[in-house]
């Protein structure tokens, strides 16, 4: 899994946190827009949460696969 450190508290943020983040930010901000009548620019925020939510689910079956797998290191 991919970290990124931020600067301001030292903390480790994975990719699938950022994603989550994304995802949420992303749809707050498309409830914003279409509410103002911006459509067009609420329709790519709905894109962009879209797009967010499937990189977690990728990154989350990645997880999966990474950290439940057996060691299988010289096994023959």
Same mark, same amino acid.
């Given at each position: 899994?991919?970290?990124?450190?931020?600067? #301001?508290? +030292?903390?480790?943020?994975?990719?699938?946190?950022? /994603?989550?983040?994304? *995802?949420?930010?992303?749809?707050?901000?498309?409830?914003?827009?279409?509410?103002? #009548?911006? +459509?067009?620019?609420?329709?790519?925020?709905?894109? /962009?949460?879209?797009? *967010?939510?499937?990189?977690?689910?990728?990154?989350?079956?990645?997880?999966?696969?990474?950290?439940?797998?057996?060691?299988?290191?010289?096994?023959?």
């Amino acid at each position: 899994m991919r970290k990124y450190p931020l600067p #301001k508290n +030292d903390r480790i943020t994975e990719a699938s946190d950022v /994603a989550e983040y994304c *995802a949420k930010m992303s749809r707050e901000l498309s409830d914003m827009a279409l509410a103002s #009548k911006l +459509d067009f620019l609420g329709y790519l925020l709905v894109l /962009a949460q879209k797009e *967010a939510e499937a990189q977690v689910n990728i990154l989350s079956a990645q997880d999966g696969v990474d950290s439940g797998a057996p060691e299988t290191k010289g096994a023959k």
